[in-house]
Structures are given as structure tokens and as C-alpha cells.
């Protein structure tokens, strides 16, 4: 099991960066695949971004590539978002991921057996 708790999230404007962190305990970080989704209010929850254990593997979705990079540090048991050029419909609550299986289905929420609580972000004009 792993447990995840994100934090960096908080309200800026459009154009502005936010760095979101999720911090990962229990067993060993860097048997995990690592992921963040989003979910606005009325809609459903949607991939943001994913990365392989050891950072060979990395995916996009095309509404945040060249604007958000995904990085993790396995010395420090944490995954990264780092947020640039936020646009109002970047508004979501954003949730870490993390799947130790065999099989991994990256840019599905399905693949994923970990879920943190999630961070709100809310970008205003």
C-alpha cells in the first residue's frame, strides 16, 4: 500500500504557474508508476499527466502538453506538477495516482489503484 497526500495547490491568475507536490509513503516510491488526473466540477475526471518508475515513460494529455511538466525524485518519495501558462479551464481539483501492477494503463483512470485526496486549483481571470 501507499499513501499520497498533494499540496501546492491554491487560486492564481490566468498566464500564472503553480508546482504542485505528491508526497508518497508506505513501500518502496520507485516500484510505482506515477500520475495526476483532474476533475472540474460537472465533468469527469480526466488525465493530466503520467510518469514511469524511473522516469523513462512520460505522457501528455494534449490540453497541457508544453504547458505542464511532470517530474518525480525517488530519493525523495515525491512526484512533481509543475503548472505554467494556467489558463480558467485548468480549474479542477487535482488528484496524484500511483499503480504498482505489471500492466499499466497510463492515461487511464482504471489504471490506477492509488489515489490521494486531491488539491483544488482554481485559475481566475
Known amino acids: 500500500q501507499v499513501q499520497l497526500v498533494e499540496a501546492g495547490g491554491g487560486l492564481v491568475q490566468a498566464g500564472g504557474s503553480l508546482r504542485l507536490s505528491c508526497a508518497a509513503s508506505?513501500?518502496?516510491?520507485?516500484?510505482?508508476?506515477m500520475g495526476w488526473f483532474r476533475q472540474a466540477p460537472g465533468k469527469e475526471r480526466e488525465f493530466v499527466a503520467a510518469i514511469s518508475r524511473i522516469s523513462r515513460n512520460i505522457y501528455y494529455a494534449d490540453s497541457v502538453k508544453g504547458r505542464f511538466t511532470i517530474s518525480r525524485d525517488n530519493y525523495k518519495n515525491t512526484v512533481y506538477l509543475q503548472m505554467n501558462s494556467l489558463e480558467p479551464d485548468d480549474t479542477a481539483v487535482y488528484y496524484c495516482t500511483a499503480e504498482d501492477g505489471v500492466v499499466w494503463s497510463a492515461m487511464t483512470a482504471t489504471g490506477y489503484h492509488y489515489w490521494g485526496q486531491g488539491t483544488q486549483v482554481t485559475v481566475s481571470l
Open positions: 508506505g513501500r518502496s516510491f520507485r516500484i510505482y508508476h
